[in-house]
């Protein structure tokens, strides 16, 4: 008999890990509070049809319903040799159709011949066609008396809802790597299999949380004779060694790629597989990353790895950025997913990791590549400046020599890269006149669209550190200052010009203010004029682009597409005067 079988268990507080359900079920056993339905979903090997047995056998016992099934009785024994009359396991996938679904509709509607309850197991229920699952739908909606429906699924998304809603879930968890472990120790104990702790945590990481799988590598395992170490688990599953993939690994950290083929050649020809030989180092590189993001403890808990190759992890990754080694984990994922697809898989293995041993260039054109982006998109760029050479210190005994004439005095370089925001004005402005305000505060607005509105379509009413005031042509152009993205890239501006928070206000004029013209005339706006007398105009601005004669966009806007590129066009107002001129000169249009 497998060991599988012959360890699977018999009571609920032998199934291990899933606390919650065996909690649960037991108090459902306790109190009396059967469903007619059930619905057991997880990953395959946590124990959904075991528990399914158990829990009929606990309701069929001769001494039940018990939580502790006696095992000796007739339902119990039939059960656990998998004969049983009244507890019926049927696999979905070999019975599918809307025939098998009739066949159990016509046994339903008899009597349980032995037991307390007739208990239909559908195990893989998801395999079941939609007609077989309408057909058994109206009968576990409402099953005759003592009839419960167990069904068991790994994949419950492709169960109907209206089959779902009729059923008590109860999702099964991987077991953890340590529940693994302690049951893995004590079938060898009883077994007799000399095996060490690290190929236990090995087996269990290999199972990824199915305790079926891990008793089964096991079993496999016990044939060897000996001790069964790492090394064997390793060649069993065709898996490459911790130390093999730190010196891998460390060539192409290094940028060797001389050096990490000759490894790559030694690797593939032992016969292990390109998507295996990936695999296994991006799991290494995973490892790497977790040790030079976590403290010591976290990473041993993550990783199950030992002390001694902890350190060796912290030793590689010490001269390593996390941004570095997550670069390695997606280089890795995307040839691994390459592999799979590829007619020649070492082709795409050695490119790979060429690739990966590149690791300097590669970050660097990662880089140059995310610098283009914020070129294009107009974000602003960050400015590099040399850090300054340290003071050395004067020694009072020394002398210092003169300095001579003709040695030119070094400079502090300063890398200044490109950036298409202009700079910010002074905190402090200087000047008191609205005209001298309004060109400061123009100069601050990042965008060169909301800059070329703001000239056009706008006037300053009052410009002050308790207040900027602000008034615009209509409501098209009010809404973009109020709603839009503009207010942000103005309020920006305002607070950059004056260094604090500023109040803004942005309206349509008001009586006795003169009316927002659409070009920067020889008159700039004025301040609004008090009642008892008129207020001086300020000063002329400098015109800096090229005028736009004004038509009536208030009786044409209506009647011209938004789409059409004039000078009745919102969108118009949205580009620099340059392109708008270039625009009306060869009648062109913007294509996105």
């Keep these: 008999m497998p060991l599988y079988r012959k360890y699977r268990p018999q009571q609920l507080e032998e199934v291990v890990g899933q606390e919650h359900i065996k909690k649960a079920l037991t108090n459902a056993i306790t109190t009396n509070k059967i469903s007619h339905a059930y619905l057991f979903t997880g990953p395959r090997g946590t124990g959904k049809t075991s528990t399914a047995r158990i829990f009929a056998k606990s309701l069929n016992c001769v001494e039940g319903p018990t939580v502790h099934p006696c095992g000796k009785c007739g339902n119990c024994i039939d059960i656990t040799n998998s004969t049983p009359m009244d507890v019926i396991e049927i696999d979905a996938a070999s019975n599918r159709s809307v025939e098998d679904a009739q066949h159990i509709l016509e046994r339903v509607m008899y009597a349980p011949v032995n037991s307390r309850y007739k208990i239909y197991i559908i195990d893989e229920v998801h395999m079941l066609s939609t007609t077989a699952f309408n057909a058994l739908l109206k009968t576990l909606e409402e099953p005759p008396k003592n009839v419960i429906f167990i069904l068991a699924t790994t994949e419950v998304h492709k169960v109907l809802d209206t089959i779902k809603s009729r059923c008590q879930r109860y999702d099964f968890r991987r077991i953890t790597t340590d529940d693994i472990v302690n049951h893995l120790r004590m079938i060898s104990t009883k077994e007799g299999i000399n095996i060490t702790d690290d190929a236990l945590i090995s087996i269990a990481k290999n199972s990824a949380g199915g305790m079926r799988d891990s008793i089964a590598l096991l079993e496999q395992l016990s044939v060897l004779g000996?001790?069964?170490?790492?090394?064997?688990i390793d060649n069993l599953l065709g898996r490459l060694s911790f130390d093999l993939l730190n010196e891998f690994s460390q060539k192409i950290v290094e940028s060797k790629p001389n050096e990490a083929i000759e490894i790559l050649e030694k690797v593939y020809n032992s016969g292990n597989e390109p998507v295996q030989i990936l695999t296994n180092l991006l799991d290494y590189f995973r490892n790497l990353l977790v040790v030079k993001t976590c403290s010591k403890e976290i990473a041993i808990e993550l990783s199950q790895l030992n002390d001694l190759q902890i350190e060796a992890l912290l030793k590689q990754s010490a001269p390593l950025d996390a941004h570095q080694i997550v670069f390695l984990v997606n280089k890795c994922s995307e040839y691994i997913k390459e592999l799979k697809t590829t007619n020649n898989p070492k082709l795409w293995l050695e490119v790979g990791v060429i690739d990966l041993a590149n690791l300097t260039q590669n970050t660097t054109l990662e880089k140059l590549q995310e610098r283009i982006t914020r070129l294009e998109s107009g974000a602003p760029v960050q400015v590099q400046q040399a850090a300054p050479a340290p003071a050395r210190p004067v020694t009072p005994a020394t002398p210092k020599p003169a300095p001579q004439a003709a040695a030119p005095a070094k400079e502090l370089k300063v890398v200044e890269e490109f950036s298409p925001m202009p700079k910010p004005a002074p905190s402090t402005p200087a000047g008191?006149?609205?005209?001298?305000?309004?060109?400061?505060?123009?100069?601050?607005?990042s965008s060169a669209p909301t800059r070329a509105l703001l000239k056009q379509w706008s006037n300053p009413v009052e410009i002050s550190a308790d207040g900027v005031i602000l008034s615009v042509k209509n409501e098209i152009f009010l809404k973009q200052f109020t709603d839009g993205a503009k207010r942000e890239v103005l309020q920006n501006a305002i607070n950059?010009?004056?260094g604090k928070e500023v109040e803004l206000t942005v309206r349509l004029p008001k009586a006795g203010e003169p009316a927002v013209s659409p070009r920067l005339s020889s008159?700039?706006?004025?301040?609004?004029?008090?009642?008892?007398?008129?207020?001086?105009?300020?000063a002329p601005l400098k015109e800096e682009t090229p005028p736009i004669e004004e038509e009536s966009i208030e009786d044409d806007e209506k009647e011209v597409s938004l789409t059409s590129y004039n000078a009745h066009s919102e969108d118009y107002y949205m580009h620099s005067d340059t392109v708008n001129l270039a625009l009306q000169v060869f009648d062109g249009k913007i294509i996105e």
């Design 523 to 538: 008159a700039a706006p004025t301040a609004p004029a008090a009642p008892e007398k008129e207020q001086p105009k300020p």
């Design 496 to 498: 950059t010009m004056f």
């Design 432 to 445: 008191n006149d609205l005209a001298s305000l309004w060109g400061q505060l123009l100069e601050c607005v």
């Design 226 to 232: 000996g001790e069964i170490t790492t090394a064997e």
